[in-house]
């Protein structure tokens, strides 16, 4: 078998495909480290040649600068509200739709389906302009409340959880809890709730992975540094005309740990929710 | 087909009874969340930046309407062109790389022998989980202009000159494409995988009886079977990569809205919107992105559907 790279025990070929996957892990993992090394160094280190590489004394110094610059809890605090309002929401609305378009039967089911669907081909970028002077107008510049309201619109999540309803909960079920005259409220909460909660999850991790990112919409809204989620508090790190490193990657470090440690615990659930929300 | 005759006869028997009338109402109920959410945030602000595309307006005082003429005034603005420029080409630099490396990683993630395979899982896929603002930050640091920045040490080994990556032309574009490159990479490698996985082995195994080495395999098995995913990462990548606003933003820092060699259109409407108060062009420039989006999809969509056509005619 020519050039059959993968079945020789320990040839070229293998230990090629080794060092790749090494390289590449390598360079994934080093700003991590990196970040964490320059968080714990004194802003000259940057300086220093060769590259500093291991671990300072300046840990607890830099945080300290990092809270001078911006109210990090506060940041942390905001971010983590309208990551859970928003999962919450999202999560309360696909799972009310999804239910809906999968068992429900009404007029202009497949049309309104559809409609959802189509949304997501809308650029967020195209009603920015107006989004941003409906916020103003109403009052909610600097407001929590503004900074998720966006995010509310998951045309992603019904269509994920009409797939899960279809495919989980079946009509026989429905049927016999109709009989026995159950409203339909009650088939949502008492039958079909319990069991898509494993979808929930997967659902719930893709929300909330992806408005702990969110950086555009709320650089917009938030301009009180109060207010600030801790992407634009991070953000606002970097606008000095001289900055001090040290301080920069110690903000970042401390903002990205929480998040990195949950992903650490739950990385399998973590990665198939991701991929599931993708491929669906 | 005998069991939906029944339901249909049922139905007709039943005719439209009080409970067909509760479960329409619920059915509508409970889809209109998203719908009277929409309505507000999406519809009417889309709706909204339409009209706005051909007025003149500051955002205080009264409307204008100008025809045409912010179109003529983005269309001839070099910084305009400048910006579609920088985004293309960032969008090349960017996503190109990734898709490839990415369908080789998860090509060989998937290989039945392969050990430390959850490690390599996980350590490829971590850099998603931090935000494009933490990326960007770091990346900037590491591609910062001073001499003994990181970056400017290593090419520094290999007899380089140092760059100054935020000022300059190319230096700009290739820190920005780096930090999206590994930012996604694992994203990608993650859906490839779970369309390997949906591949059966046999066909493999098949293959390698005839003689196929990894590369045919690859070549001739996984690429044309993974087409559906390779289209999905292609369209997702298209759409973000023409959206490009975080990375450059946060990385240029103070000078993001003054210079020009890593200006995205996004970073240019923004510009014009919240930079310089002119609604007008702001929104009409949100449309030419919307239209840019659609073509540059469509073109990709048709590029990516004729892959492997040779081999498998659908």
């Not at chain 2, 949100?286 to 073509?295: D, E, K, P, T």
């Amino acid at each position: 078998m020519k050039g059959d790279v993968g079945t020789k025990k320990w040839g070229i070929g293998r230990i090629g495909m080794y060092l790749f996957l090494t390289v590449i892990s390598l360079f994934s993992l080093f700003p991590f480290y990196w970040m964490f090394v320059m968080s714990t160094r004194h802003s000259s280190a940057y300086n220093s040649i060769p590259p500093a590489m291991v671990p300072g004394d300046q840990l607890k110094e830099n945080f300290q600068k990092v809270l001078d610059m911006i109210p990090f809890f506060q940041s942390m605090f905001n971010t983590l509200i309208v990551c859970l309002t928003v999962t919450i929401v999202v999560l309360l609305i696909s799972s009310l739709a999804g239910f809906a378009f999968s068992k429900l039967k009404f007029p202009g089911k497949n049309i309104l389906f559809f409609a959802i669907l189509f949304t997501i081909i809308i650029p967020p970028q195209l009603g920015l302009i107006p989004q941003y002077l409906l916020v103003a107008k109403a009052g909610l510049l600097d407001n929590l409340f503004a900074a998720m309201v966006l995010f509310f619109l998951n045309p992603l999540g019904i269509f994920l959880m009409r797939q899960y309803v279809s495919e989980s909960v079946p009509d026989e079920l429905i049927e016999a809890a109709r009989l026995d005259g159950c409203s339909i409220f009650r088939i949502y909460r008492s039958i079909v709730l319990p069991i898509i909660l494993p979808a929930f999850a997967t659902l719930g991790i893709i929300v909330f992975t992806s408005v702990w990112g969110e950086f555009l919409w709320q650089f917009t809204v938030l301009r009180d540094p109060e207010s600030y989620t801790i992407q634009v508090a991070l953000a606002s790190l970097n606008t000095q005309f001289k900055v001090d490193f040290g301080m920069l990657l110690s903000g970042v470090f401390w903002a990205t740990i929480p998040l990195l440690i949950v992903f650490l615990l739950f990385n399998k659930l973590f990665i198939s929710s991701i991929a599931e929300g993708s491929v669906k | 087909m005998v069991s939906l005759d029944e339901k249909q006869q049922k139905k007709r028997r039943k005719g439209f009874s009080s409970q067909d009338m509760k479960e329409m109402l619920s059915g509508y109920l409970y889809i209109s969340p998203f719908f009277i959410i929409f309505a507000i945030i999406g519809l009417y602000p889309a709706i909204f930046s339409l009209i706005l595309a051909f007025q003149k307006w500051n955002g205080m005082g009264e409307m204008e309407f100008v025809g045409l003429n912010n179109f003529q005034v983005i269309l001839s603005d070099p910084l305009f062109w400048k910006s579609v420029y920088n985004t293309v080409i960032l969008g090349l630099m960017g996503t190109a790389p990734q898709l490839v490396i990415g369908l080789i990683l998860a090509f060989l993630l998937n290989l039945s022998y392969l050990r430390f395979k959850a490690f390599f899982r996980v350590t490829i896929f971590m850099p998603y989980i931090t935000s494009m603002v933490a990326v960007a930050l770091v990346f900037s640091v590491f591609f910062s202009n001073n001499e003994t920045a990181l970056v400017n040490y290593i090419i520094g080994l290999f007899g380089f000159d140092p760059v100054s990556w935020k000022t300059s032309e190319w230096g700009a574009k290739i820190a920005i494409s780096t930090m999206v490159f590994w930012r996604w990479l694992g994203y990608n490698t993650i859906i490839y995988l779970a369309g390997m996985q949906s591949i059966p082995n046999e066909l493999y195994e098949a293959s390698k009886i005839d003689g196929a080495s990894i590369f045919q395999q690859l070549r001739y098995i996984t690429i044309p079977l993974l087409k559906p995913f390779i289209i999905l990462t292609v369209f997702f990548s298209t759409v973000g990569a023409m959206q490009l606003f975080t990375e450059p933003t946060v990385f240029l820092g103070n000078t993001a809205f003054s210079r020009d060699e890593a200006m995205t259109v996004v970073m240019y409407l923004y510009r014009d919107a919240f930079k310089l108060s002119s609604f007008g062009t702001a929104s009409a420039a949100a449309i030419v992105l919307l239209l840019f989006i659609v073509v540059a999809s469509a073109i990709n969509m048709l590029l990516t559907k004729r892959l492997g056509r040779d081999r498998r005619e659908t």
